[in-house]
């Protein structure tokens, strides 16, 4: 770990009490021999299907995977197309072009996510489904989504990796589409000690198709129907995150009171996220829009404040999608060259984030 005063994210676990806790649940795990899909899989499935509303969740290897097989579950492949954001962690692309589909790429709101009006421009005849992004920890407009998707008789699958726990209008992140993805690793809200996912879905066919592509395309481990990999989950994971499940909604609470802090000391100053009727944000990273983006981070590096630019190329923009199906995107480079991730994980204390506000109203008080 670097030496910053405020890191934007520390993975040390420093509490004493968490590390018995831990250790305990690992413990249990290596008493009963069962690593891969041991009983703590299927009671975190159980636990997931309830809290987001749904008949059934699958556990899976990594966010990524739930994406990919989600996909394929829902028999998305060669020659259709997936209309989704510009703006996301280049696995929501890389998901789709793995399935043999292509992704198509729409502009964002000045929210950050996608567009309901782009992607109703995108809509021809080869589209199969939409993936929306919850990024950032707030819910896309899924009323309006999901409206899009029942007239042209879409699929929806929800990249909600980043969203775990966060609603629109009552209804959990997740909820929503025919299938709902999210990951858990390290650096999310739920996190696991390493890579964890998991799809959940209310289809009892999509969950078999499932069950099969999680472990090789097999029935009962050996009979193998269709062409997949090994994305199990591995029991570790699955304890840690049942022992952390405990204290989520204490996370989800904490980033929100940090936000709130945030929002008071800056609104004035930068633009700050805002939730609007019916929404309820987890703060999966605090992103605030600002203007004279790189001095502002040279200040604040010089403050021993960490920043990030969360994704800082549009997935449009990379390599192997410069090519690819892609609506006019304005909105989604005019921000890209404004946002700024600053220090809000539940770790820092109120006196960490007046130190970090106080810093941002200082720079953009010497004339910035």
């Not at 989704?84 to 692309?93: E, F, G, H, K, P």
């Not at 633009?271 to 203007?291: F, S």
């Amino acid at each position: 770990m670097s030496n910053w005063k405020i890191p934007f994210l520390d993975l040390r676990i420093t509490d004493e009490d968490e590390k018995k806790r831990l250790m305990s649940v690992i413990n249990t795990v290596f008493t009963h021999g069962r690593i891969v899909l041991g009983p703590e899989v299927e009671e975190l499935e159980k636990r997931v299907a309830s809290m987001c509303n749904r008949k059934y969740a699958v556990g899976v290897s990594s966010g990524t995977d739930a994406l990919i097989l989600g996909l394929k579950s829902l028999g998305i492949g060669p020659g259709d197309e997936v209309i989704t954001t510009s703006l996301s962690w280049i696995a929501t692309a890389n998901a789709i072009a793995i399935t043999g589909a292509e992704p198509v790429f729409a502009d964002i709101q000045d929210d950050l996510n996608i567009d309901p009006n782009a992607i109703k421009e995108l809509i021809n005849s080869r589209t199969k489904a939409i993936m929306p992004v919850h990024y950032t920890g707030k819910v896309c407009a899924m009323t309006d989504i999901m409206k899009l998707a029942d007239e042209h008789e879409l699929l929806v699958i929800e990249d909600a990796s980043q969203s775990f726990g966060a609603t629109y209008n009552g209804k959990i992140a997740g909820s929503f589409g025919d299938i709902g993805c999210f990951s858990m690793n390290p650096m999310k809200i739920f996190a696991a000690c390493g890579e964890a996912g998991m799809a959940v879905t209310d289809d009892r066919e999509t969950y078999d198709r499932l069950i099969s592509l999680r472990y090789n395309g097999t029935v009962n481990k050996e009979v193998c129907i269709q062409p997949s990999h090994n994305g199990r989950m591995d029991t570790l994971q699955a304890a840690i995150l049942l022992e952390r499940l405990e204290r989520l909604n204490g996370i989800i609470d904490r980033r929100r009171a940090i936000a709130r802090l945030y929002e008071e000391k800056l609104k004035r100053i930068v633009r700050v996220p805002v939730e609007k009727d019916g929404e309820y944000d987890v703060y999966y990273t605090y992103t605030i829009q600002v203007e004279n983006r790189e001095e502002l981070i040279k200040h604040l590096d010089t403050c021993g404040i960490e920043t990030k630019i969360q994704h800082p190329i549009l997935m449009p923009h990379q390599q192997p999608y410069q090519n690819t199906r892609c609506g006019s995107i304005y909105n989604a480079e005019r921000l890209l060259r404004r946002i700024l991730c600053i220090p809000a994980n539940e770790k820092l204390s109120n006196e960490d984030i007046n130190y970090v506000a106080d810093c941002i109203i200082e720079f953009y008080k010497g004339g910035h």
